[in-house]
T-cell receptor
């Protein structure tokens, strides 16, 4: 099946810093989503981004489907950005209709 | 708009007990999913239902059964709980129609088997 790798696995930021999270996938995908899992365990949809670039406030994401990667940018980080960021992909070529998740990037923003 | 609602939010079971996790969505989606998340890990698919009346196994189906009761509801049953099933369970829904639309997740059920 399709493999999804995220880097870095852990990230410690000072409040106000910028950062880039990366998601690589092993085969062509039809769709890709970024999620933020907050410290209470809730999965929050950030971006639905099979290709191109989207922005939502201090967050933006870019997916280059032909090169099989996506990037999530966090600018002017805040303590509320702490949590785990997951990338998940969907491929019609993969067995079963499912989102395949990466292992996540654990982010800690210090005040 | 509630989205995806899971019940219960927390549960403690003794080894060998059974229970059913409930999930309902109000977005008129055809596809529904059950995932589990073990500590420090990503999510793994247990079962999914592409449409009402169909269910299929995911990556980790052993020890679970599912029922797609109607278009809105998709339940997950543990027949004889084991400590290895201690995890957080997430239900999700989406529309798959030649491609994929955005998936939405419930708040999760934290299950502990002792």
């Amino acid at each position: 099946g399709i493999q999804v790798e995220q880097s870095p696995p852990d990230l410690i930021l000072q409040e106000g810093a910028n950062s880039t999270l990366r998601c690589n996938f092993s085969d062509s995908v039809n769709n890709l989503q970024w999620f933020h899992q907050n410290p209470w365990g809730q999965l929050i949809n950030l971006f639905y981004i099979p290709s191109g670039t989207k922005q939502n406030g201090r967050l933006s994401a870019t997916t280059v489907a032909t090169e099989r990667y996506s990037l999530l940018y966090i600018s002017s980080s805040q303590t509320t950005d702490s949590g785990v960021y997951f990338c998940a992909v969907f491929s019609l070529k993969a067995a079963g209709n499912k989102l395949t998740f990466g292992g996540g990037t654990r982010v800690l923003v210090k005040p | 708009n509630a989205g995806v609602t899971q019940t219960p939010k927390f549960q403690v079971l003794k080894t060998g007990q059974s229970m059913t996790l409930q999930c309902a969505q109000d977005m008129n989606h055809n596809s529904m999913y059950w995932y589990r998340q073990d500590p420090g890990m990503g999510l793994r698919l247990i079962y999914y239902s592409a449409s009402e009346g169909t269910t299929d196994k995911g990556e980790v189906p052993n020890g679970y059964n599912v029922s797609r009761l109607n278009k809105r509801e998709f339940s997950l049953r543990l027949e004889s709980a084991a400590p290895s099933q201690t995890s957080v369970y997430f239900c999700a829904s989406s529309e798959v129609n030649g491609g994929w639309t955005e998936a939405f997740f419930g708040q999760g059920t934290r299950l502990t088997v002792v």
